[in-house]
């Protein structure tokens, strides 16, 4: 069974500073890898998703690596802001039983003080 | 365009009693979820499915039914709530193994 890991669990950092979030996957037969925010008392927003046959995916601020023979993924998030706040989760599809239903990681809090 | 919509947002049930949420999403998905999350535990699959008219088990199954009988809506039924069944429940949707998008969640407590 694929098992999702992130490392840390929270993070805090000062204004301005990078972050960087790492994922970690145990099965390298993955198809895709999603990065999600979630607010406190809010739903899911999708951040990126990178696809098995890429190395990275950039939106804004944000970029995500994959590196599939490693099973690792890491989110970068430049120049942080306090509205980068929130918990951000990895996942990947499982592919094997209930088809496309996410293996998430349990998240990492950032907090990004002023 | 509406993505993924949950009714209701928040919901206080007696221990016995029933309720539906319901899911509708306009992107024309095939798959849609059901999960639920809890503290310490992250989310966990309750049922899903692969398209209208179909449903199947998740993780987290019993105390739960699900329905699909149109492709853009997708109902969780609990029939007799229980206090273990507190919980955030959120709805996704996909096509295939493509990005999911979730909708905003109802917070539900059994008393």
């Known amino acids: 069974k694929q098992e999702v890991t992130q490392i840390p669990a929270a993070l805090s950092v000062p204004e301005g500073e990078n972050l960087v979030l790492n994922c970690s996957f145990t099965?390298?037969?993955?198809?895709?890898l999603q990065w999600f925010r979630q607010d406190p008392g809010k739903g899911l927003t999708s951040l990126l998703l990178i696809q098995s046959s890429q190395r990275e995916q950039t939106s804004g601020r944000l970029n995500a690596s994959l590196d599939k023979s490693s099973g690792r993924s890491t989110l970068y998030i430049a120049a942080s802001q306090p509205g980068d706040s929130a918990t951000y989760l990895c996942?990947?599809?499982?592919?094997?039983?209930?088809?496309?239903?996410?293996?998430f990681g349990a998240g990492t809090q950032v907090v990004v003080t002023p | 365009n509406a993505g993924v919509t949950q009714t209701p947002k928040f919901r206080v049930l007696k221990t016995g009693q029933s309720m539906t949420l319901l899911c509708a999403q306009d992107?024309?998905?095939?798959?849609m979820y059901w999960y639920r999350q809890d503290p310490g535990m992250g989310l966990r699959l309750i049922h899903y499915s692969v398209g209208e008219g179909t449903t199947a088990k998740g993780e987290v199954p019993d105390g739960y039914n699900v329905s699909r009988l149109k492709k853009q809506n997708f109902l969780l039924g609990l029939e007799s709530a229980a206090p273990s069944q507190t919980s955030v429940y959120f709805c996704a949707s996909t096509q295939g193994a493509h990005e999911q998008y979730f909708g905003p969640g109802t917070r539900l407590t059994v008393t």
């Open positions: 992107m024309n998905h095939e798959y």
């Open positions: 996942a990947v599809p499982q592919l094997t039983d209930s088809w496309g239903k996410l293996q």
């Open positions: 099965d390298s037969a993955i198809y895709n």
